[in-house]
């Protein structure tokens, strides 16, 4: 037995085949290759989290009975996979001598008219059920069934169970020029780059002039910006885009006011109220130093209710009735919990406070959206103006020649005290949040407390959650990045009261989620991004290129031993870049700011001499790649202060050798930013997500010039060329 696997003494043990029976991981292997067993306290607490008592040896084994009985005594999964174009075999449980038949009905509401015969099951030993023994038998699905979400009718004896059953493409195809090429564009927070209409806050309106400007000035052909989930409705507002209230809608605080159609109607008196909230925030837009996102929308609110209460033409109201009939429950869950908030304050975890105590049916709810109704419309119409506002953007890119757009990015998971999880609880794991175990970046570990969608709710209800999340992103972009993408494989949940330390591994069926990735994205012409950094299994990397959808390759990352990877060798479904937004800007990379902001902080396990003396043989390790690589002069090595803006440009054109799919240039790089926009395992110890775009003097740089930049147009001549 190797000493990297559990020994048979505990694979035995009634604890671990339960927490392996539902998808709990009882081991990993760290970023470092060291191997962990996960004490049983944590498995007991993480089976807990989704629904299932463990507590000992009794309620374990009378857990594995009930599962498996409840297992093979249904006829299906409550969701299967089928690949389009392939024959797929769906297992079936029979009684003994018993035959299944099937029908599907196809998303369209149509009867597929292909025959589906009954093959051989998997071969296993009968289940005893205790009344009867249950077998398994074969449907077999036709290679052409149509790409869609359809129902599967299985019936055996008397009894008949519908499953939902997705039929995927087998990968997304790459955009024409990538096939035989690549593309590239540009990274940027949205929220940090402000033009001279700016509410002291980039906005969408600011997003569809960079979109624009940045094909016309570089011939970029996307721009991935930060998540543009949905926020607060009202001051606090959380800084991170990777703490929504809900995945699903958008953020409506980017709203533009002036770019609201209304807006152009409104009586003289009205429109000067507009346009002097405008000039009591303008200031903010010449703030280097913090974003102030909460005067923006003290302002910007008010505005924004003026033009609500002016109205609307017939026409227009008839297209906000129809956004409201088709975004459904998700919708007026948002605005409810909005409502809510507005009149009873933040939701927190004081068990009697409205979160808490009340849920969507309770009579204080009800009551409270009858004596607010305007207010409570327009918390909707805020979100039909933002998706109006978002897809004009992506609109203007396409008109523009990008072949992308927008590239949006999809945070990993939801505040714990937002719409999502208060409106749907029962979609969402119970007692515990995800994050990443510790690793060379993160040495505590990270937990983002976001709590874990259920995989056993997902599989039970088809996916939809993830399936409308997935499609409305589609919407309105070209390109969706998936923060995290392991998480589709597996999540790390830490368990409520324990550090980041002492969690566990979950696994999700990814096979049927990058099957809907693959359906949504090449129903809508769209690429996939996954990240996968930190501590990912190789096999990740082979199941995302089989399915056509990309991974990352940060050139900072690409190493191995204290050698840097030529770009040359990076694999080529990925999208490269030289940094990410949880490292500074190159220039403040290569002036140790990552070293700074943690010895700073308190953010070291170790002493700071050794992580000190890490960070500078990484850069020399860096620097010795680009000058034997050719991409630098040995004599610019030798001073990197005075040629620091050369070798950001080395590392660029090293970038751009790599065999890549896509490329990223970092607007903060492009324009000599040297501050970081985010530092894992911190909130209000440092300004996350609040540093306003500037360059290496601390000078803001508008959005007017940021393509007009000396940076800029290097960057654009290297990915030109």
Known sequence: MSENTENEERLARPLIRLAKLVGIGTSYMGMSHDYHEIDDEVLIEVLAALGIEARDEDSQDAAIRRILKERYSRLVAPTVLHTAGVEDHVLVNTGILEAPSATITLENGEMYEGVIEVGPGDGSQAFDLGDRFVSTAALIIPADLPVGYHKLHVTVGGRTQDATLISAPSKVDLLDPMKNGSLWGWMAQLYSIRSSGSWGVGDYEDLKTMLVDAKRKTGADFILINPVHAAEPV?????????????????????????????????????NQVDALHSDVDPLNGDSQLIDRDAMWRSKMHALWIIFKAGRSAQRQAEFDQFKANSGSDLEAYATWCLCYDKWGAPTADKNGWEQALNRDSTQIANLKDQFPDTLDFYRWLEWI???????????????????????????????????VWWNPERFAKGATVGAPPDMFNQQGQNWSQPPLSPLDLEATGYQTYRNMVHDMFARAGAVRIDHILGLFRLWWIPEGHSAVDGAYVYYDSDIMLGILAIEASRAGGVVVGEDLGVVPEHVADSLASHGILGCAVEWFEQRDGVFRKPSEYRPYALASVNTHD????AGYLEYEHVKIRERLGLLTGPAEEFEASAKAEQDAMISMLVDQGYLDAASAEDRVAHESEIVDALYRALKDAPCKLFAASITDAVGEKRAQNQPGTNNEYPNWRIPLADAKGNVVPLESVFDTPGAQRFAQIFNN
């Open 386 to 420: 933002a998706v109006e506002q978002l897809a004009a953007a992506q609109q203007a890119a396409k008109d523009a020649g990008m072949r992308i757009g927008i590239m949006s990015d999809m945070a990993v998971g939801v505040h714990p005290y937002g719409a999502d």
């Open 583 to 586: 490292l500074p800007p190159a």
């Open 235 to 271: 001051s606090p507002l959380t800084p991170s885009p990777y703490l929504p209230v809900s995945r699903r809608l958008v953020n409506f605080t980017y709203i533009r006011p002036e770019s609201v159609a209304e807006y152009a109607e409104l009586p003289e008196d009205a429109k």
